[in-house]
Nanobody
């Protein structure tokens, strides 16, 4: 079995920075695309940023120029560096992997972390 474990959320003032980290745990051979999503109170979960195995990235317009997604394939981790944070960035942030293949050749699809809360005060 595999799981995604997130860390790094917290409370920060507007204009500040936070770095979220997500580690895939288990007997992992490879991970396809990974990403970060967020869900604000009363709103639907939305995509924040994604990154392919080879490092191609995609961002939602509202975070372009402020957030940077990166991954370390050797460590099975994905990070989200968040700068110039705004109150509207307040949400629970979730790590996602669209496909994880284990050393035993099992495939897990659409795996989610437990979420980490980011609160940006004005």
């Amino acid at each position: 079995q595999v799981q995604l474990v997130e860390s790094g959320g917290g409370l920060v003032q507007a204009g500040g920075s936070l770095r979220l980290s997500c580690a895939a745990v288990g007997s992992i051979f490879s991970i396809n695309a990974m990403g970060w999503y967020r869900q604000a109170p009363g709103k639907q979960r939305e995509l924040v940023a994604t990154i392919t195995y080879r490092g191609s990235t995609n961002y939602t317009d509202s975070v372009k120029g402020r957030f940077t997604i990166s991954r370390d394939n050797a460590k099975n981790t994905v990070d989200l560096q968040m700068n110039s944070l705004k109150p509207e960035d307040t949400a629970v942030y979730y790590c996602n992997a669209d496909r994880i293949t284990t050393l035993q050749s099992y495939r897990y699809l659409d795996i989610w972390g437990q979420g980490t809360l980011v609160t940006v005060s004005s």
